[in-house]
């Protein structure tokens, strides 16, 4: 019995905001098709809840057994444009309705999947489902929504990214009263991961199994901790050992409890996501952790050097930890729910162009971003495919989570409360590149794809 | 099934025996004992064997925890492998 390495675990948990994200459990819809609708969604609904019925309570029981906190328990399922499409005289927004009204039967926080993946075309359902995305998010309060519009093996659909445009301002238009909530719960992709456990995104991939369990493990309160106590004198080789060290640490957390909720729940193991995600309580920011690198504050040159120091260093000390990882894993960059970063929006340190660099280097994209509401749908499909470009050439995942503030103006605030946080308004190039999203069509793969 | 239970709080008269007879009253047995004084702080650390407690593991921890609030002290109950999985290779 070694009492500093409990202690050391019991002050990561109970001071620096040590967590297990979330336990996501996958289950595929694909047996769940019907050209009847009404007996489409009722499948649906009769399988979530069937499936994930002992979700929570497990995910308490763990927590409780282990003493470490198990903040969300959500569910993933097969993008709802593949299963909508068996039924094409019918709206989409059933389905929506069906996988709200499981989540709170069973009591998870999110479900993810109300989905299409169109990188390269829109199949049979996925054009009705985009269509009725800022509906869905208007009526339902659990259903989070993702759109994959470009891959690094197609190339990105432009199209779809101009479509996107339109769907991300109307989903805030229609939630205007609710701080545009419905733009929050939405996601737009470049090399969308299929076992992806954090929300707004994840969606259980194709190529998984029927059910399956995935962990997102947490922690940038841990890893400021570290770089606090090591001190101005550390090198930064020094620094990126230490974050390894500490991200082997917090991942074989994860790599437990997803052990063990998938033998409680005799569900396959998937994957452990090892990302370091913030939450706007102080101390569990990841600009904090770049500001202990020694920068005056996060956005300032130097900000994308510290971060790519980081996002490799955790995967290079989570990956040994675990047995399967994947997912996004790395570091997260959500603006209004990291009290850093909102710190430094507030203060102009920090900016969309500075963020778009950011998102070359760490694990997703622009994400929790607010904009001005009168921004233009052009400008919104305009920033999509700049990221999705980021994406597509350096083989990675980019994702964009904008939130058209309707009504309001750069440098006011829009605040979800919860995890999503709030934050303010953050200016937009308003140079038109309407011309440029209008003539839609494809852009190629680039020559990275060519690999076989 | 092992677990460790750790005590953090202000010295007083009675936390051993306390904590060792809620401990007894479910039938867990006690191990391993260290305790110390870390810079005014008491810290306890028990390891114990659960396998013959006679309520649930929720229910310990509760009643454990319960007993630290009254005393105003801050005690976890937790499986050894969290520790175990975290610090060894």
Do not use: W
Request: with cysteine.
């Amino acid at each position: 019995m070694n009492t500093n390495e409990i202690l050391e675990t019991i002050n990561m948990i109970d001071n620096e905001d040590l967590d297990v994200r979330t336990i996501t459990m996958g289950i595929s819809l694909l047996d769940c098709m019907d050209s009847d609708v009404k007996k489409s969604t009722q499948k649906v609904y009769d399988k979530i809840c069937r499936y994930a019925g002992d979700l929570v309570k497990t995910g308490e029981d763990i927590s409780k057994e282990y003493g470490i906190p198990i903040v969300n328990k959500r569910i993933a399922v097969t993008p709802i444009g593949i299963v909508s499409g068996a039924c094409q005289t019918a709206s989409p927004i059933h389905f929506a309705h069906a996988l709200d009204k499981a989540a709170r039967e069973v009591g998870v926080n999110f479900i993810g999947g109300y989905s299409a993946l169109v990188h390269k075309g829109f199949g049979p359902g996925d054009y009705a489902l985009i269509e009725s995305i800022p509906q869905a998010l208007a009526e339902t309060d659990f259903v989070c929504s993702s759109v994959n519009i470009g891959s690094t093996k197609a190339g990105i659909n432009m199209d779809a990214v101009k479509k996107m445009g339109v769907i991300v301002k109307k989903a805030a238009e229609l939630t205007a009263d609710r701080d545009c909530i419905g733009a929050a719960k939405l996601v737009v992709f470049c090399n969308a991961p299929e076992d992806n456990p954090f929300m707004a995104g994840a969606f259980h991939g194709t190529g998984e199994g029927d059910c399956v369990i995935n962990v997102g493990v947490s922690g940038p309160g841990v890893v400021r901790a570290a770089i606090k106590k090591s001190g101005d004198g550390c090198t930064l080789d020094e620094i990126a050992e230490l974050i390894k060290r500490t991200a082997f640490k917090i991942t074989r957390t994860g790599q437990l409890v997803a052990q063990e909720a998938s033998r409680r729940l005799c569900v396959p193991f998937g994957i452990v996501d090892l990302s370091l995600a913030p939450t706007p309580a102080v101390g569990d920011s990841v600009a904090y952790i770049l500001e202990g690198m020694g920068l005056e504050q996060c956005g300032a040159h130097g900000t994308t050097a510290a971060l790519a120091l980081l996002n490799d260093a955790v995967k290079k000390g989570g990956v040994m930890a675990s047995s399967h990882v994947g997912g996004l894993s790395g570091a997260f960059i959500p603006v209004t729910e990291d009290a850093g970063m909102i710190e430094a929006a507030r203060s102009g340190a920090l900016t969309l162009n500075k963020l778009e660099a950011m998102t070359a280097v760490c694990s997703v994209g622009l994400d929790m971003i607010a904009i001005p509401g009168d921004t233009s749908p052009e400008i919104i499909s305009a920033i999509i495919a700049d990221e999705a470009a980021i994406g597509m050439v350096n083989t990675k995942t980019t994702a964009v989570r904008l939130i058209p503030a309707i009504g309001k103006k750069c440098g006011e605030e829009l605040n979800f409360g919860g995890l999503l946080g709030g934050g303010p308004i953050m200016e937009v190039n308003q140079k038109s590149p309407a011309a440029f999203i209008h003539r839609g069509g494809r852009i190629p793969a680039p020559l990275q794809s060519l690999k076989n | 099934m092992k677990a460790v239970i750790a005590v953090i709080g202000k010295d007083m008269v009675g936390i051993l025996a306390e904590v060792s007879s809620t401990c007894a009253a479910k039938k867990v047995n006690v191990l391993e004992v260290t305790q110390s004084i870390l810079q005014d702080m008491f810290v306890m650390v028990m390891m114990v064997d659960t396998s013959a407690c006679t309520v649930p593991f929720s229910e310990l921890s509760d009643s454990l925890t319960q007993l630290g609030t009254q005393m105003n002290l801050k005690i976890h109950v937790m499986h050894e492998d969290i520790f175990n999985s975290m610090h060894r290779i």
